[in-house]
């Protein structure tokens, strides 16, 4: 029995990690109703920023701070240059935009940092200790840690605060947002700012465990199974879809994966969606759509 | 010999539902037919036969299943690579394991692919918008697993199956020539079938249920039947152009082939040829063949060799771009630049 709760343990705190990735995701549609498809490839960016700052022997702190400021100038430059000609266009057109930036982040990225693998060190102590059996890593505790303070900042961002106000009207309708004065370009560029903070942590808690290269961009697609079962614009959603998810994954690696020749967890989260989906089709915390013709 | 309607008169029922009205337009086909099939295989060296007509035939064959299903029907689909990878075995078990002749064995991809597409379509009927794109995605996981996984289709872990020998009627299939006549005159029959269905009901119950599908419902539109028939003939196409890409240009069914990257880039080049489009999908697909190459060329003017890195980075770099400013200057892409020219066209030399 401690073998399931150790193995449902580990699947959790990876969900952690997915639902962070997956929050920047809601954040952004949230706001814009924009589906970002290039939040996989800002966490990737975020990760070679902050190590090719590290290299240049920067402190942990000024990197951070250079990290931050290439996800601001990439946010600005997202905003005004392709969200900002695209205001009144259909959604489809700026998800298909993202596509395009993810390509774009993508490419920028790796030739000003190179496209080989790199590790990220950042002297997060990875001792295991066991309570009651059960091994934890205090490496995984720490980005719980992380998430769980970043999860209650985003809601408390949301719900209490002017700006978080003014997002939340933005994303209710674009126009009467524009009509009762609200910036729309800066609500925008702060929901894009969020997400690249967003994105930075994702980065540094992905680049110290799989190494800071290309597949980085990869961990998007486990996200967005992640982001449907909680549904898109939830921000507490991510977060629990990323608990069931991370959990779901590891169990059935563990206990359904030797039956039928292992690496499911490649297609397990999507499995799971495509179930939740038939049930809920806007995901368990989505907000449902009532269409009128 | 100006372009333009008048004085073509459509005196039958079958000059008023050509494809090309326009006489100019016809010659301009009929030549590029003939530059197609008379003038590349005669001019062109066999690396570019091998290496840049036939992918482009092929993604643009798969690519025509995309724009079906995304541009006409508005299904977004992100797993239309796994499609390609089910035609591509499915076509080598018929033809190398069961000895089906080459043709049906290639048309037989496409069947099983669109069998296997209704399937990943199901959700389709229950799920919209950006969740079903990413419930798409589950098709390009789960089939990856799926050939890597069972014995009986890839042999191994690996997943690789080497193509046999190809021949049709005991005439054998060896030379690049004789490979881009076979996928030159595939791509040719099917993108006709394409282009057709388009106009006929199906094309606009299609768009119908696109702009807006509960409305579709209200005026008839069976909404079940005509997104699963999308995901059908959609499946169909990929599962066409990745037996041929398979036979004719890649010589063994890999799965590294048909990566989750090539879903997106197939989707890249739908965007930048024009949704909603037939030509609009040779027109991306020919950019996408065609851009390594270009940015290598004019590299290569600076460089002895480009690095590969490089080369990749600027490649991405480009197509990028590209996607972001086509969706900001011209959201229709490529297909709607030569609408465009062929409006000024028809006025010209007069301004309006």
């Known amino acids: 029995m401690s073998f399931f709760f150790e193995v449902l343990i580990t699947g959790l705190l990876v969900g952690v990690m997915y639902a962070l990735v997956a929050l920047g995701f809601a954040l952004i549609f949230k706001a814009s109703d924009v589906f970002n498809m290039a939040q996989g490839d800002m966490s990737l960016l975020a990760g070679l920023a902050l190590v090719g700052f590290l290299q240049m022997n920067f402190p942990l702190w000024l990197a951070l701070i250079c990290t931050l400021a290439v996800m601001v100038i990439l946010a600005y430059i997202t905003v005004f240059v392709i969200l900002r000609p695209l205001v009144a266009r259909p959604p489809l057109m700026l998800f298909m935009a993202t596509f395009g930036l993810a390509y774009l982040i993508q490419g920028i990225g790796q030739s000003i940092w190179g496209t080989d693998a790199k590790g990220l060190e950042l002297g997060i102590p990875d001792k295991s200790f066991d309570v009651a059996g059960v091994f934890f890593s205090s490496f995984d505790l720490t980005f719980a840690g992380i998430a769980v303070v970043l999860l209650i900042l985003l809601v408390w961002f949301f719900q209490k605060t002017r700006t978080g106000r003014a997002l939340r009207a933005v994303s209710d309708d674009h126009e009467a947002a524009l009509s009762v004065g609200i910036p729309l370009l800066r609500a925008w560029l702060v929901t894009w700012i969020v997400a690249g903070i967003v994105a930075i942590v994702a980065g540094v808690a992905w680049g110290t465990t799989l190494g800071v290269q290309f597949s980085l961009s990869y961990i998007a697609l486990k996200a967005l199974p992640v982001l449907i079962i909680g549904g898109l614009d939830s921000i507490p959603g991510a977060i629990i879809a990323g608990l069931i998810v991370g959990a779901g994954e590891n169990l059935a690696e563990v206990f359904l994966g030797p039956y039928v020749g292992g690496g499911i967890q490649t297609f397990f989260p999507y499995l799971m969606a495509l179930v939740v989906l038939y049930f809920k089709p806007y995901g368990l915390f989505g907000k449902e759509i009532i269409e009128r013709v | ?352």
């Open chain 2, 1 to 352: 010999m100006f372009y333009r309607e008048c004085g073509n008169f459509k005196d039958t029922y079958a000059r008023d539902m050509a494809i090309f009205p326009i006489p100019l337009d016809r010659y301009g086909f009929i030549v590029m037919l003939i530059v197609a099939f008379l003038v590349i295989p005669l001019v062109a060296s066999d690396y570019w036969i091998t290496n840049i007509m036939v992918p482009f035939y092929c993604f643009g064959l798969s690519a025509i299943g995309l724009n079906i299903l995304a541009g006409y029907a508005g299904q977004i689909s992100i797993g239309h690579a796994a499609f390609m990878a089910v035609g591509a075995y499915a076509s080598l078990i018929l033809y190398g394991r069961y000895g089906v002749p080459l043709i049906p064995s290639i048309l037989g991809a496409g069947v099983v692919s669109a069998g296997v597409g209704v399937f990943f379509g199901l959700p389709s009927l229950k799920i919209k918008g950006f969740y079903l794109a990413i419930a798409t995605l589950a098709s390009q996981f789960i089939i990856q697993w799926l050939i890597v996984h069972w014995k009986w289709v890839s042999g191994g872990v690996f997943g690789t199956v080497e193509t046999p020998n190809m021949q049709i009627f005991g005439w054998a299939l060896d030379t690049a020539v004789k490979k881009y006549y076979l996928s030159l005159c595939i791509v040719g029959v099917l993108a006709l079938f394409a282009k057709n269905l388009v106009r006929g009901q199906l094309g606009r119950n299609w768009m119908a249920i696109r702009d807006m599908d509960f409305a579709a419902e209200i005026i008839g539109v069976n909404l079940y039947r005509d997104k699963l028939i999308a995901f059908a003939v959609a499946t169909f196409y990929a599962g066409v152009a990745g037996s041929l890409i398979t036979f004719c240009y890649y010589g063994a069914a890999n799965i590294e082939e048909f990566h989750v990257m090539v879903s997106f880039a197939l989707m890249g080049m739908i965007i930048i040829g024009g949704l909603g489009t037939i030509l609009g999908s040779f027109l991306g697909a020919g950019f996408f063949v065609l851009l390594p190459i270009g940015i290598n060329q004019s590299m290569g003017a600076f460089m002895k060799v480009v690095p590969s890195d490089i080369l990749s980075n600027i490649e991405t770099i480009i197509f990028g771009g590209l996607i972001a400013l086509f969706l900001i200057v011209e959201p229709f892409g490529m297909a709607r630049l030569w609408q465009t020219i062929k409006d000024k066209l028809r006025l010209w030399p007069f301004p309006y």
